[in-house]
T-cell receptor, first 113, second 116 residues
Framework: EAGVVQSPRYKIIEKKQPVAFWCNPI?????LYWYLQNLGQGPELLIR????????DSQLPKDRFSAERLKGVDSTLKIQPAELGDSAVYLC???????????FGPGTRLTVT | AQSVTQLDSQVPVFEEAPVELRCNYS??????LFWYVQYPNQGLQLLLK??????LVESINGFEAEFNKSQTSFHLRKPSVHISDTAEYFC??????????????FGQGTILTVHP
């Protein structure tokens, strides 16, 4: 069974440019998470989806970050415009439900120059 | 709210030596506890978890962790490490109730480096 798939794996952009990350969760997993992992830190939750509904987005900086999970499967996380401080690894995870074990993708490493 | 403190950012050790990675947590409600491992260029993988029952939990590759409620700790141990154990290890907690129910909170991570 395929795990959580993320693309791209690496992205380098200039500041003020937009960027988007894509995540395909494990089939059948209703809950999807986006985490931000800064260098030397543990992951921090940005947003959690239950099917297509964002049920916890309290940590998502809504002035520049947006996310969607239109059909309750794939999800996209967007930053517009990117800032130097956004350089980090963006992790996607999924679970059967919000209490189930979370399975993580390999992450997208973003570098903003 | 919950918080997790991993007391060592880096732990170097020689192969076949024992190792302990320390984790302390803070929470106003009961919690479930987890250790995740992240190998280079890979996603986090669940290593072991404590949900209830025996306070000593084990993984399939020889790691164990003990939940100590009085000391609010969940230290990870292995009696004899291998080169292949080199990775970053994250301790995490999840509230068993309250407003943060279901939310996973991670520590800062401990980089374990096993030298030959």
């Amino acid at each position: 069974e395929a795990g959580v798939v993320q693309s791209p794996r690496y992205k380098i952009i200039e500041k003020k440019q937009p960027v988007a990350f894509w995540c395909n969760p494990i089939s059948g997993h209703n809950t999807l998470y986006w985490y931000l992992q800064n260098l030397g830190q543990g992951p921090e939750l940005l947003i959690r989806y239950e099917n297509e509904e964002a049920v916890d987005d309290s940590q998502l900086p809504k002035d520049r970050f947006s996310a969607e999970r239109l059909k309750g499967v794939d999800s996209t996380l967007k930053i517009q415009p990117a800032e130097l401080g956004d350089s980090a690894v963006y992790l996607c995870a999924s679970s059967l439900n919000h209490l189930g074990e979370q399975y993580f993708g390999p992450g997208t490493r973003l570098t903003v120059t | 709210a919950q918080s997790v403190t991993q007391l060592d950012s880096q732990v170097p050790v020689f192969e076949e030596a024992p190792v302990e990675l320390r984790c302390n947590y803070s929470s106003s409600v009961s919690v479930y506890l987890f250790w995740y491992v992240q190998y280079p260029n890979q996603g986090l993988q669940l290593l072991l978890k404590y949900l209830s029952g025996s306070t000593l939990v084990e993984s399939i590759n020889g790691f164990e962790a003990e939940f100590n409620k009085s000391q609010t700790s969940f230290h990870l141990r292995k009696p004899s490490v291998h080169i292949s154990d080199t990775a970053e290890y994250f301790c995490a907690v999840r509230a068993a109730g309250g407003t943060s129910y279901g939310k996973l909170t991670f520590g800062q991570g401990t980089i374990l480096t096993v030298h030959p």
